[in-house]
């Protein structure tokens, strides 16, 4: 009987396996935001076994298993490894539908090689036979997985205040497979909260950077000197995790400087005059990602840290987070066209996570393109709760219909393993699959090599040339001529 | 010629018919949600014909035969039973793509017997039909219709105040094909609008819990006496009909005794001093469902008697409602996660009325579950406007992608009358179809047991062992174990 | 090898060949709502070339164009009519999947004849084939184009201070093929951002109207007046582009008075203020809609010149709009009701732009449907970033779900190009493709009749019907009986 995953998987019609197998299949990841370690990059990290790789810090499984009913100690409590492997296994065909049943039997495929599906009753056979190559096998550590993969760059995501000694050391191998890149993402710099937590980190950064931040000036000046460390490190694109950005009305505020001293002694201060310091920081930090050329990324929408029991026990990304409802127009204008009136916007993704926003950030991209470089204003690919079939199909859609597919820069992982690069083979084969059901229903000519321009722009060389970043020698005969 | 309703309709695949027959088609119902009419249940009515059984009170019809140009005296008014039959089978042919449509033909096929599709043409020879079958035989009295479907627990909706004289009569028979117990909804505990009002019904409260309503913990003293009662009388589910959630700043608020005392001396209260009355005894309300182990209802998002000329005419429920837009995040995870930090919060299920709302709804469902009961947040079905295969497929898409479809509770038909059981017919239909689409496409196993287990498990078993109610005896041989 | 729009274009099954080709291909079309230049019809315009047709004023190219880092100069600059020519041609093997390409072929094939697509490699074939066409041709000028498209009705799109001068030169024609009718669109009279420049419109609307504006109620007289000549030049629909409705608290504000006097002193208002004004004004002019027994048109969520850049180099309508996520429900149900509950509510057409409010607005229109007439209140056709095939599906998924589509009045242009009469082909395609695809899934009867009399209503006699607009020639024999 033919497995699951199998070399059709996804692929309904025989133009989808054609474009699959001669254009998709084979090409190398630009994999230009993910959360996975630079220390375990660095370190060439061996893995204790699947327990560690696949599912601490799993907050998607985490989900899947507080649902099925499974208590907290098989899940991120003192459990054996043996203990929650079970329990997710128990898990798993409970998952029918959701994407973690395709991404489980897809990760088992892939690398590890298994075809069975995993239950209770596969899960003594398929927990040994993890475990033996992630001990035992070249392929199986941090960077041998990213090889075997084709990854060619790998963009994490790091604080300004981070020594970027993993990243150092990561730049100092020859003709890599792999590149390393930092990304900068200044979440903690917009975060007013806890002054306390604030100055906590207001602190290292004058470490960082070797500068006192007695005002708002010093600290766009601090910030911008860790953004120059960041950019000869390789560096070329910024990231935010936002609920939304400020709304048009804070940034004629004249409390700048104010709120600034408050916070950095340490007093609380008022929502209001914490989101006009946010837009305030938001744009110098803007400015900064154009003036050297990066690509800023905005991931809007998640409402973080909702159940504070989780929170309170386990920290943040434990599964305690979901979709807000925030009203997102007159934030993205304000801010884009705040700088594109400047002549001063960068590249610029935006990810939205609720899917009925879709439609409005396709268009609200739209706008500020300016003609000055193809593609420079992006809907970007779906993510967390949208990294599904129909999630990606939607973004698809929209893009389509309110931009230009053409210009893609196509999918990220988003994650924090290293097992999740068959999100990309995903991606691929549910592209390769739309694009065969278009032939089908006549919607586009059948030109084959014009779909697989499409398919390959969409899959790789959009990415690479968006960032321009050196690749990896995994993707060796494909740089940007 | 094929009747429009035959058994395969909606079945487009051999393993959606499969599944549908030897799993979905003859499982008993749990209809834990729906409004028919305890009175009705405990004198076992005859209707005079099916005027009075399907037309009257039908908001849905009447909205269909406005848009069609009907005059009111036809649908609302002194008309003819004949006459508005008429009336309603001319709007039929009208209704073609309309759930509606469907509505209509299955309810005539089942219980009826009737395979003609209703239209002026065929108006006559159906009414007679239907009122013959009606007025004379067992199957189609109230409760008669009940047992031939199979229905094995019926929840109507009550009101606090209820004396519950009609489910003291349904309990006291032996061994009934279908329970029927209540479920507590104090919505008029909860409107504030119009102080007059309010105070009556906190009369009728006082009365029927032998209490002195003085302050807000005699309120509350007073609700959950009556909860108690309800308890006693089999009840196991809350249900509240609102927009939204209160937005988290409310709960803070140290204004609710002086709030309530100025409405209960019967003057206006400002809607901010409202809304935190109420979200103060909502919470008290949901730790009552918690303590006595209920499911907890939110069916939010419905904007409701917007038509103002229909309300003043009709009073509420006649049509005129709709969809709003409110706010829904911030205040569903503060009232949940509210009590989820006190290790307070019930079993839960929130419904949605907008669609654009369904992932967020998914996702903060998801944010609660503990490990304590499987599915313990349920992200409740498609309900009213969404009551169709849109819908319902829509519905069962986000939970999918977003939760776990092994864990859902399943269909509710929400329903004024006795013919809408074939809303679960439908549902089933419609969910089997979906399984068999997935295994055409390749999306799940073609594994018959694990498909029939799903398809089980959401028509019946979850329901059944979410709310532990005992059964009648229409699910004879299939209790919980 | 067939061309890629061929006989059967969308067209999936034998139904939905046989519906478009019985009863869609060649019906009549009324294009109650675009925005054709009245000066072109009028002058019976032969324009220069392909360039000026197709490009000029088309921000839907603009966007697209500038998405694929064209530069400013081929698009709206001062280029060259065969290198603008040759820019689009660069682009369009770009927007595969967008509906411009689409669009684009589907004009191409009708009228000009031409089956290649375009492409840098068919560029200046195609441009050349294209002007000698609309040099020489008779079909090919502004009424030609309409004629030969069979185009009944148009409807443009006109400041109450037009003098309709143009409008009285077409209505002179005897038994013209297309009547052309004005629609009252008063915008100018409800934007009070820049006092300056409503009261230079206010200026213009006391010469045209021949009344001097004092008071609110002036300026209400005035409109009256210049609504009247607009019935008598046989205007019957009014349109209004707008965010949003009014929220309810606004309308029982007493301050329109004192904001008109500061407003007419020519002094800034603030926003709640002005918002009031708004509110009062479009209530009075719903009134004279419904006194004169025409249609009110609402196009609702649009946020427009987002862009400054573009808006101050090039103005309105360029390219630098999207859509917003204005809060949508209760404004709908204050203004509506606030007709309707004194019997004062027009015939309305409620068309949305943001996709996640598709289902409240269907379920919001079918409040107010009194009886009086069939399909009076209408939730309208996709529009702009909604007019493709996913957009008009999903339109008409929500209004089947929630309301009739047996009384929809179908398709609009809303363009200003004499090209896109293919969109009404385009919808009709999409229509008896989705009603075909109901068929083989069982949805529907296949009753062909039936659905022949529903394509044919929704394309055609719906509009006919619901505005009453003497038809032209091209419409003969079809009139309402």
């Known amino acids: 009987m033919r497995p699951f995953i199998h070399d059709a998987f996804l692929l309904a019609s025989d133009v989808a396996r054609d474009l699959y197998e001669r254009y998709a299949r084979d090409l190398p990841i630009v994999d230009y935001h993910c959360h996975l ?8 990290h061996r893995f204790r076994g699947i327990t560690e790789i696949w599912l601490e810090g799993d907050h998607y499984k985490w989900r899947a298993m507080r649902a099925c009913g499974v208590p907290e100690r098989f899940i991120s409590g003192d459990a054996s490894d043996w203990e929650k492997f079970e329990a997710w296994a128990r898990t798993v065909p409970e998952t029918l539908r959701n994407p973690l049943f395709h991404w489980t039997a897809m990760e088992l495929k892939r690398p590890f090689g ?9 899960a003594r056979e398929i927990f040994d036979r993890c475990n033996e190559r992630l001990r035992g096998e070249d392929d199986f550590t941090a960077m041998g997985l990213l090889r075997s993969w084709k990854v060619a760059v790998v963009c994490s995501t790091d604080d300004p205040v981070d020594s970027l000694e993993s990243h150092r050391q990561l730049a100092r191998r020859k003709d890599p497979a792999t590149r390393v890149y930092p990304t900068w993402r200044p979440d903690a710099a917009l975060t007013f909260d806890e002054p306390t937590v604030w100055n906590a980190w207001v602190g290292k950064l004058e470490k960082a950077a070797n500068r006192t931040v007695r005002s708002f000036e010093d600290l766009v000046e601090a910030l911008d000197a860790r953004h120059r460390v960041f950019h000869e490190h390789g560096c070329r694109a910024s990231d935010h995790g936002l609920e939304t950005l400020p709304p048009p009305s804070v940034y004629a505020d004249g409390t700048v400087g104010v709120t600034f001293d408050a916070l950095r002694a340490g007093r609380a201060i008022e929502r209001g005059r914490a989101v006009a310091l946010q837009a305030a920081l938001l744009h110098r930090l803007a400015l900064m990602d154009h003036d050297r050329g990066w690509v800023q990324q905005f991931h809007l929408g998640a409402y973080r840290d909702v159940s504070s029991r989780l929170y309170a026990k386990l920290g943040p990304n434990v599964g305690g987070d979901s979709m807000g409802d925030f009203e997102m127009a007159r934030g993205l ?5 705040g700088l594109d009136r400047r002549a001063s916007l960068a590249k610029t993704i ?3 996570l609720n899917p009925r926003d879709n439609a409005l950030f396709a268009t609200m991209a739209g706008n500020f393109n300016d003609g000055s470089v193809p593609g420079k204003m992006q809907y970007g690919a779906s993510w967390w709760f949208l990294d599904q079939k129909d999630g990606i199909e939607a973004q698809f859609r929209a893009l389509s219909n309110m931009g230009l597919v053409s210009r893609f820069v196509g999918m990220i992982t988003d994650s924090r393993s290293f097992l999740s690069y068959s999100r990309h083979d995903y991606f691929r084969r549910i592209l390769c699959n739309l694009l065969g059901e278009d032939v089908r229903q006549g919607l586009v000519p059948d030109d084959r090599e014009q779909l697989g321009r499409l398919v390959t722009a969409v899959c790789f060389t959009n990415a690479r040339d968006y960032f321009g970043f050196p690749l990896g020698t995994a993707a060796a005969g494909q740089e940007t001529r």
């Open 350 to 352: 935006l990810y939205n």
């Open 333 to 337: 204008a304000a801010f884009l066209d």
């Open 37 to 44: 370690s630079p220390e375990l990059m660095a370190a060439d």
């Open 114 to 122: 298994i075809d069975r599906l995993l239950s209770p009753q596969t």
